[in-house]
């Protein structure tokens, strides 16, 4: 599930000025592709990974699948990094963020869903369930 909003928004300025600001906002649900990689940036905890989301292609066709770079900061990091695992179905609310770097003089540009909000959707295994 893919559910992505941009929503121009009137705003008012202390001089009554009205302009249209900008709202960005993803949620999806899907699978992590690999086990999440934990790093530490500065004295902040960081967390990357991918999740692969189904996408509906049409009546008798294949399923097709879109990959989202997630990344979560601070505790939820910590949290992502400490139970999800690959395979887990995971519900990701945030906003999509796209940046650039260069590598070898060529720049390059990355999209990702930087995660404000995170759901776990699989169940622990039945040897993990408290009696």
């Known amino acids: 599930m893919i559910k992505v909003l941009y929503y121009m ?3 008012i300025t202390k001089n009554k000025e009205v302009f249209m600001a900008a709202y960005n906002h993803i949620t999806l649900v899907g699978n992590l592709v690999k086990d999440p990689e934990v790093k530490k940036v500065g004295k902040k ?4 990974f991918t999740i692969a989301v189904d996408r509906y292609a049409g009546k008798d066709k294949e ?3 879109d990959y989202f770079n997630i990344v ?3 505790k939820l990091a910590e949290v992502c990094g400490d ?9 990701v609310d945030g906003r999509v963020q ?3 770097y260069k590598k070898e003089d060529e720049r390059k540009w990355i999209t990702e869903v930087v ?4 759901k776990f959707l699989t169940n622990k295994p039945q040897s993990q369930k408290e009696a």
């Not at 139970?83 to 519900?91: A, D, H, T, W």
């Not at 995660?115 to 995170?118: S, Y």
């Open 72 to 74: 979560s900061w601070g």
């Open 45 to 48: 905890n960081k967390t990357d």
């Open 115 to 118: 995660a404000d909000n995170l």
């Open 83 to 91: 139970y999800l695992k690959k395979g887990k179905k995971v519900l």
């Open 9 to 11: 928004m009137p705003a």
């Open 63 to 65: 399923k097709e699948v």
């Open 98 to 100: 796209i940046r650039t």
